[in-house]
T-cell receptor, first 115, second 114 residues
Framework: EPEVTQTPSHQVTQMGQEVILRCVPI?????FYWYRQILGQKVEFLVS????????KSEIFDDQFSVERPDGSNFTLKIRSTKLEDSAMYFC?????????????FGPGTRLLVL | AQSVTQLGSHVSVSEGALVLLRCNYS??????LFWYVQYPNQGLQLLLK??????LVKGINGFEAEFKKSETSFHLTKPSAHMSDAAEYFC????????????FGKGTSLLVTP
């Protein structure tokens, strides 16, 4: 069964450093999402992406964040200058269609720890 | 915007007992509601979803949920718990007031005891 994959599974970085989280969505999907879950809190939407541009973003997704689809398979989330409060589990998701009832397929997540 | 509230951050049931995980939604328009499960070290997996077709929704692994507009609820149930059901369960909502983004509840950790 096709699945969303994410790398790395864990990343530790120093405050102020840049990190890039990578995702490979399901191959025929066209809509991509990033979510994050701070420990003990709920999963929060960051951004959605379609046709090489951002479709929606939350207030969390400020100028330190960016997303990119650098090639036909990868979808990345970059955090330019990490802060302690960026420590969280980051999930990538993808869908094949653009309906609100569409199932979003999630990857296993990247656990980011900022020291 | 639409939101959901999950009552009970931890639920413990005995193997073979009824599983009931509660989710209430807040929405001024008909929402789309989802239940996801997360097993340790895995991603979120869809259990079932409500898209206004039928109020009783059956999902994978014997789970089902009933949409009750009068109670603004979408509780998840399973008649008989298995040890393998131990996981984190998330209720989520999307809809016209929240766009395509899923708005999740805080999650409920289900513990199944022998």
């Amino acid at each position: 069964e096709p699945e969303v994959t994410q790398t790395p599974s864990h990343q530790v970085t120093q405050m102020g450093q840049e990190v890039i989280l990578r995702c490979v969505p399901i191959s025929n999907h066209l809509y991509f999402y990033w979510y994050r879950q701070i420990l003990g809190q709920k999963v929060e939407f960051l951004v959605s992406f379609y046709n090489n541009e951002i479709s929606e973003k939350s207030e969390i997704f400020d100028d330190q964040f960016s997303v990119e689809r650098p090639d036909g398979s990868n979808f990345t989330l970059k955090i330019r200058s990490t802060k302690l409060e960026d420590s969280a589990m980051y999930f990538c998701a993808s869908t094949g269609g653009r309906l609100m009832q569409e199932t979003q397929y999630f990857g296993p997540g990247t656990r980011l720890l900022v020291l | 915007a639409q939101s959901v509230t999950q009552l009970g951050s931890h639920v413990s049931v005995s193997e073979g007992a009824l599983v009931l995980l509660r989710c209430n939604y807040s929405s001024s328009v008909p929402p789309y509601l989802f239940w996801y499960v997360q097993y340790p070290n895995q991603g979120l997996q869809l259990l079932l979803k409500y898209t206004s077709a039928a109020t009783l929704v059956k999902g994978i692994n014997g789970f089902e949920a009933e949409f009750k507009k009068s109670e603004t609820s979408f509780h998840l149930t399973k008649p008989s718990a298995h040890m393998s059901d131990a996981a984190e369960y998330f209720c989520a909502v999307s809809g016209p007031n929240s766009g395509y983004a899923l708005n999740f509840g805080k999650g409920t950790s289900l513990l199944v005891t022998p």
